[in-house]
T-cell receptor, first 113, second 119 residues
Framework: DAKTTQPTSMDCAEGRAANLPCNHSTISGNEYVYWYRQIHSQGPQYIIHGLKNNETNEMASLIITEDRKSSTLILPHATLRDTAVYYCIVRVARTGTASKLTFGTGTRLQVTL | DGGITQSPKYLFRKEGQNVTLSCEQNLNHDAMYWYRQDPGQGLRLIYYSQIVNDFQKGDIAEGYSVSREKKESFPLTVTSAQKNPTAFYLC??????????????????FGSGTRLTVV
């Protein structure tokens, strides 16, 4: 699975949009981009995923560049509860086998008043 | 509601003792995983299992053992051979036979974790 690069930390004011970048320049054509977040001392929580089109759900939006070498997770109106470590992961959409996830150190997002 | 239950939430172990961490899921997932997380670090895979009675080593299996006698259960034993067992342990499960468009995530779900401290 392709390696990802994320900034170590970011700050965001409450109510503003949080834009978290991820670089995955070696991504293969059959690899999806996944985002998870981990609030302190809890298990990671799935946020969103995409292949090449932009995606939106109730939690966030995912913008993937046309060359698929980078993506941005957008939390449109960040709240204090969004303070967490955000992980960007790319992996092949295998079926029939266990899907091991490779987590880097992620981006620590601090939402402030 | 379906989910993964890890117990206990906090565990203290004396040096030289074995200890077993519990992980139970009622999601009917085939695959289960154990990850270890150290402060400020990402998750590292210890063991995983694709089906009952089968499991494979992950990246840091030394000093750990697992069993998969039932689909719902995947206990992890931290043995005395693990030199630095103090960490946060996370169990996860997934449904490999679902494509990403069906559940968005293969149903990849994590438990709430067990924090193990060696005293």
């Amino acid at each position: 699975d392709a390696k990802t690069t994320q900034p170590t930390s970011m700050d965001c004011a409450e109510g503003r949009a949080a834009n978290l970048p991820c670089n995955h320049s070696t991504i293969s054509g059959n690899e999806y981009v996944y985002w998870y977040r981990q609030i302190h001392s809890q298990g990671p929580q799935y946020i969103i995923h995409g292949l090449k089109n932009n995606e939106t759900n109730e939690m966030a939006s995912l913008i993937i560049t046309e060359d698929r070498k980078s993506s941005t997770l957008i939390l449109p109106h960040a709240t204090l509860r969004d303070t967490a470590v955000y992980y960007c992961i790319v992996r092949v959409a295998r079926t029939g086998t266990a899907s091991k996830l490779t987590f880097g150190t992620g981006t620590r997002l601090q939402v402030t008043l | 509601d379906g989910g993964i239950t890890q117990s206990p939430k906090y565990l203290f172990r004396k040096e030289g003792q074995n200890v077993t961490l519990s992980c139970e899921q009622n999601l009917n997932h085939d695959a289960m995983y154990w990850y270890r997380q150290d402060p400020g670090q990402g998750l590292r895979l210890i063991y995983y299992s694709q089906i009952v009675n089968d499991f494979q080593k992950g990246d840091i299996a030394e000093g750990y053992s697992v069993s998969r006698e039932k689909k719902e259960s995947f206990p992890l034993t931290v043995t005395s051979a693990q030199k630095n067992p103090t960490a946060f342990y996370l169990c996860a499960s997934s449904s490999p036979n679902r494509g990403p468009t069906q559940s968005g995530n293969y149903g990849y779900t994590f438990g709430s974790g067990t924090r193990l401290t060696v005293v």
